[in-house]
């Protein structure tokens, strides 16, 4: 079930993260990110995570300070998507240890690898939280390792 | 140049900008010392550079300048770079930029790399946004990668050729070897991913899905795979909440899905998995509900046995009760989708469904408004407007239009009776009446005046409501047109339905002139209640008082309202001796078998006689009709229309074509046509015209009745009599009446007499001749100096869908009928 596009924002309207699954122009993203944001962050707060916009169904929900938010084609599964926001969330949490908005700010770069070790191409990749943990892991060590080598500091 | 800052400082120093301007003002800084760090071809801080590049254009900067780089640091040899860089690519490149193409090459080698990470980061960009031609340079190596036994790079593969084949159909073929055991595998990761991919192959080409389901069997071992997750113990890598891997499963029912649609094996096969999970899922969490929402939907499509299918509905309506608001919108978003296959068993939820009316969730009324609109039909339609109006009332602005829609097609379809109908109507005009569309007050005009018994009722609750309130202008249009056409009804209280109520007639002209006066009116409704005030002239017995409006009007600054009073007032100086007839009451309107425009053809009283003013369009409340084209064919002078009514037929061609038939006819060998209907004998005409039907007090003379015309289960009576007032005047009913088994519609009697004869033929009872003689269609044919009298007739009418057209002779008059 492909997903069109996962974004995060906070309540006042910031972008966090942006991953989009179909080629679109810059303006068509700006013009999505404005009108779900808006039409997101309008939801009174006991509503269902469930909305219209167009011709996708978003869907949404609310960490925090954080909205974590995708769109869908028509019959993609709902219910199934809060699990994959769910699961999204866990693994931040695992990686960064009781994650906040904070640690998505400034190390966003790190959400986008473990999202990339989650979700390919709006598809889930690995069912596993543990095999993602794993990869991360691994793929962070290589990281040092070669920046330790090189001993410059990472960024 | 000192080192360029670390991207966690960056980040901390634009966080701390207070306003927009002064965050645009870092932001420049920054950018153009990136910049000139970009001209130097620093290596060694190039990814931190583009590092930060990518949180500027989180924030909504522009950030194309990096994209060449984002390049460079693919093609290096540390992992960070290339992490960044792929990354950089993925946010900052997209197909629509040539420099893409560059990538390709580095992604070729990428994918060869000796790490798995870099190939997986190579996959996963080429998966997220290869364009068609890299796609195509690189599916060979996607393939390659398909085939290993590294489960992290088989998973990610599986997915690239996904993309690859939504970018590329063509090279579908290429990945079916390689298909051939993924579902063997153990890896989780690998059997999901494998699972999409042979979805989006099955999905895509009916001959792949033949084959998977043929030659592969696939559906036993997709069958197996689901019963081991559901029968397996505790997998804790892949629990969630008590589930096994519930994404896994998800995607096996959607594979099922696919392949048991329309094939009788394949669903047959999965009767028993699909029950299993339907009664064993855990429903206390949203996972568990989440699967039993997959298993509904693919037991709803597939050629399931009956009892498989109720039990979805059931968990279906099950899920319309659940506490969570999302299962509650789940449950309804499917049961719309089955409501047409499946009616009856949706019914059965039927008070459920009206009950999400209720709920505060916008999304969840939406649905739930769809669905009931589905669910009305000619049992429940009481009852379920009750609900529907009730929800009209207290619902959003938003769904105002929509319901108010919704409510006149339920009721137009299935109104048990007139008099519901139009309570119907009143009740959405008086509690959403700004929100219905226009073409509203048109089609309920028309319904209330083809209910003629329903007339005093109608326009006493019409007027009813507008002392109650003016603001609502589709109600306000239908209610004063109503009180124009049936003032006198209101002011002589009879209705039966109800109490009737003491209405003086001033107190009706105080209303409409309110209307004219009231700020709230727009000017159409000003136009209706200008003409509604004009028709009831001839209603009322005070005519001073409105021609005194109408006269005021006469200057006023509307140009369209100056131009109605203008008219009017030289209805009441001028041509004050056709007022009458102009203004009569409307005769029974046809309507065209759509809901769209409807076609309504008839003379009325409303139009503006041509006489005075050929160039003015009709009135807006006023359907088309062909009063103009009647009098142009009785030559356009001073003539009084003659055609009475109600004529549902087409009054002017009526005339024409008799003008016609005559022509056919030779009866006296002579070939002028003659005119027969009254062009050359106004005086005749004038004499005998009277507004109201002729025959009531005729003295019967008995002459026989004969049958004039028998013929393809249509039988034609005349039965005469002798007019009153002049002796020399036949009148003849004829009486029309169908046999066969369809009605006969669009019906059309007409007559033509020889030459020394003068015919007139008055309007119809009804264009429709009921079918197996429930029913007969009335006519009154006028002759005047009948001697023996001989008559050719010409009938047309639409029988199943065809057009018929027959002439006929009736010579055998009764001798009674001419002495």
Known sequence: MPMRFLLLFSRQGKLRLQKWFTPLTDREKKKVIRDVMALVLARPPRSCNFLHWRDIKVVYKRYASLYFCTGLEDQDNELLTLEVLHRYVELLDKYFGNVCELDIIFNFEKAYYILDEFLMGGEVLETSKVAVSVSMENADTLQETMEEYMNRPAF | ?819
Request: proline share 5%.
């Open chain 2, 1 to 819: 140049m000192p080192a360029p800052i670390r991207l966690r400082e960056l980040i901390r120093t634009i966080r701390t900008a207070r306003t927009q301007a002064e965050e645009r003002e870092m932001i420049q800084k920054e950018c153009a010392a990136i910049r000139s760090s970009f001209r130097e071809e620093d290596n060694t801080y190039r990814c931190r550079n583009v590092a930060k590049l990518l949180y500027m254009h989180m924030l909504g900067y522009p950030a194309h300048f990096g994209q060449l780089e984002c390049l460079k640091l693919i093609a290096s040899q540390k992992f960070t770079d290339k992490r960044i860089g792929y990354l950089g690519a993925m946010l900052l490149l997209d197909e629509r930029q040539d420099v893409h193409l560059l990538m390709t090459n580095c992604i070729k080698n990428d994918l060869n790399h000796s790490t798995q990470y870099v190939q997986g980061l190579a996959l996963c960009t080429l998966g997220c946004m290869g364009s068609s031609e890299m796609c195509r340079d690189l599916a060979g190596e996607v393939e390659k990668l398909l085939k290993t036994s590294n489960s992290y790079l088989r998973k990610k593969a599986a997915l690239c050729a996904v993309h690859v084949i939504r970018k590329v159909p063509e090279l579908m073929e290429m990945f079916l070897p390689a298909t051939k055991n993924l579902l063997s595998e153990k890896n989780h990761g690998v059997l999901h991913t494998s699972v999409v991919l042979l979805t989006e192959m099955c999905e895509r080409s009916p001959d792949m899905l033949a084959h998977f389901r043929k030659n592969e069997k696939l559906v036993p071992q997709l069958v197996r795979i689901l019963k081991n997750l559901i029968m397996s113990g505790y997998s804790p890598e892949h629990d969630v909440s008590g589930i096994s891997d519930p994404f896994l499963q998800v995607r096996i029912l959607r594979l099922l899905r696919i392949l048991g649609k329309s094939d009788d094996d394949s669903s047959e096969a999965m009767n028993d998995i699909l029950a299993q999970v339907a009664t064993n899922t855990e429903t206390s969490k949203n996972v568990g509900n989440a699967i039993l929402y997959e298993t509904v939907l693919t037991i709803m499509d597939i050629k399931s046995e009956s009892g498989l299918r109720v039990l979805a509905i059931n968990i279906l309506g099950r899920f319309l009760l659940n506490n969570d608001k999302n299962i509650r919108y789940v449950a309804l978003t499917s049961l719309l989708k089955t409501v047409q296959t499946d009616h009856n068993a949706v019914q059965r939820h039927r008070s459920t469904i009206v009950d999400c009316l209720k709920d505060l969730d916008v999304s969840i009324k939406r649905r739930a408004m769809e669905l009931s609109f589905a669910l009305v039909n000619g049992n429940n339609i009481r009852g379920m407007m009750k609900e529907l109006l009730y929800f009209l009332d207290s619902c959003d602005p938003e769904f105002k239009a929509d319901c108010a829609s919704g409510v006149f097609l339920a009721a137009e379809k299935y109104a048990p009776s007139k008099r519901w109908h139009i309570d119907t109507i009143m009740r959405v005009l008086t509690t959403a009446g700004s929100y219905v569309r226009d073409d509203s007050v048109p089609n309920l005009i028309q319904l209330i005046t083809n209910s003629v018994e329903m007339h005093a009722y109608t326009v006493q609750r019409l007027y009813k409501a507008l002392l109650d309130d003016i603001s609502q202008q589709p109600l306000v249009q239908v209610a004063s047109w109503c009180i124009g056409e049936y003032g006198d009804l209101l002011v002589s209280g009879q209705c039966e339905e109800e109490e009737p109520i003491q209405v003086t007639e001033d107190e009706v002209l105080d209303v409409l002139e309110g209307l004219l006066v009231s700020n709230l009116s727009a000017a159409v409704t000003r136009g209706y209640s200008l003409t509604a005030i004009m028709k009831l002239s001839t209603r009322f017995s005070g005519v001073n008082r409105i021609k005194k409006v109408v006269s005021i009007y006469g200057s006023s600054i509307d140009v369209e309202l100056q131009q109605r009073a203008v008219e009017y007032n030289a209805l009441f100086k001028k041509y004050d001796h056709m007022r009458p007839a102009l203004l009569e009451r409307m005769p029974i309107m046809e309507k065209s078998a759509s809901n769209g425009p409807t076609e309504i053809v008839q003379t009325n009283g409303e139009t503006e006689p041509s006489v005075v003013d050929s160039k003015h369009p009709p009135p807006v409340s006023q359907p088309a009709n062909q009063a103009n084209d009647l009098l142009d064919l009785l030559g356009g002078n001073d003539v009084v229309p003659v055609i009475q009514t109600t004529v549902p037929t087409k009054p002017a061609s009526a005339g024409g074509e008799l003008l016609d038939l005559l022509g056919d006819l030779s009866l006296s060998g002579v070939p002028t046509p003659a005119p027969s209907v009254a062009t050359s004998q106004p005086s005749f005409l004038l004499d005998g015209l009277s507004s109201q039907p002729l025959f009531n007090d005729i003295a019967a003379a008995a002459i026989p009745p004969m049958t004039a015309y028998n013929k393809n289960g249509l039988k034609i009576d005349f039965t005469f009599e002798r007019a009153n007032p002049n002796p020399n005047v036949a009148v003849i009913t004829i009486h029309a009446s169908n046999s066969t088994e369809a009605d006969m519609t669009d019906f059309v009697f007409q007559a033509a007499v020889p030459k020394t004869f003068q015919l007139q033929l008055l309007s119809p009872s009804s264009n429709v001749v009921p079918a197996l003689n429930q029913g007969t269609v009335t006519q009154v044919i006028r002759v005047l100096n009948p001697q023996k009298l001989r008559m050719r007739i010409k009938l047309t009418y639409t029988l199943k869908g065809s057009p018929v057209q027959d002439l006929a002779e009736v010579n055998n008059f009764p001798p009674q009928s001419w002495q």
